[in-house]
């Protein structure tokens, strides 16, 4: 099946910074999406963005499906904002389910 | 609109014991799925259903059972508890526009 990795494992920043986490992925994908889990175990879905470019508030991301990669933005950064960001993707057609990689743990301090 | 609700939230077996973890979701979504999370290995599919009356396996799916037996609840069940069972299990819906949307989670452990 698909391989999804995630770069970097762990993120410390400053309040006010902006990140920029990676994902890579082995196979040309027809489902990719980015989830946010807050510290109280909560799994958000923050972009369905199988290819192209997409935007909500301070985030945004790009994937570029020809290289293989997603990248999600967070600008102006907020200690709300940390948590683990994870990645998932699936490469079939049908309903089978997303394989997610091992995530970015985001710290954000005050 | 609750979204996605699983019950209960936590649990704790001892080894050999059985349980039943629900699903309900009220967004109509034909798929739904089971997901298992442990530490520093992300999430992994355990079994999945594209509508009522059927189920699929995923990538982890020895040691547990499923049933849709109505659209809106997927049911998992453990017939003999394992401690390598305990995890944070997740539930998901997905609907037409392929988004995955997910319950809070149920917290299991297994002595």
């Known amino acids: 099946g698909i391989q999804v990795e995630q770069s970097p494992p762990d993120l410390i920043l400053q309040e006010g910074a902006n990140s920029t986490l990676r994902c890579n992925f082995s196979?040309?994908?027809?489902?990719l999406q980015w989830f946010h889990q807050n510290p109280w175990g909560q799994l958000i879905n923050l972009f369905y963005?199988?290819?192209g470019t997409k935007q909500n508030g301070r985030l945004s991301a790009t994937t570029v499906a020809t290289e293989r990669y997603s990248l999600l933005y967070i600008s102006s950064s907020q200690t709300t904002d940390s948590g683990v960001y994870f990645c998932?993707?699936?490469?079939?057609?049908?309903?089978?389910?997303?394989?997610f990689g091992k995530g970015t743990h985001l710290i954000i301090q005050p | 609109n609750a979204g996605v609700t699983q019950t209960p939230k936590f649990r704790v077996l001892k080894t050999g014991q059985s349980m039943t973890l629900l699903c309900a979701q009220d967004?109509?979504?034909?798929?739904m799925y089971w997901y298992r999370q442990d530490p520093g290995m992300g999430l992994r599919l355990i079994h999945y259903?594209?509508?009522?009356?059927?189920?699929a396996k995923g990538e982890v799916p020895d040691g547990y059972n499923v049933s849709r037996l109505k659209k809106q609840n997927f049911l998992l069940g453990l017939e003999s508890a394992a401690p390598s069972q305990t995890s944070v299990y997740f539930c998901?819906?997905?609907?037409?526009?392929?988004?995955?949307?997910f319950g809070s989670g149920t917290q299991l452990s297994v002595l």
């Open positions: 196979d040309s994908v027809n489902n």
């Open positions: 998932a993707a699936n490469s079939g057609g049908g309903a089978d389910g997303l394989t």
């Open positions: 998901a819906s997905r609907g037409a526009d392929r988004k995955l949307f």
């Open positions: 967004m109509n979504h034909e798929y």
């Open positions: 259903s594209v509508g009522e009356g059927t189920t």
């Open positions: 963005i199988p290819s």
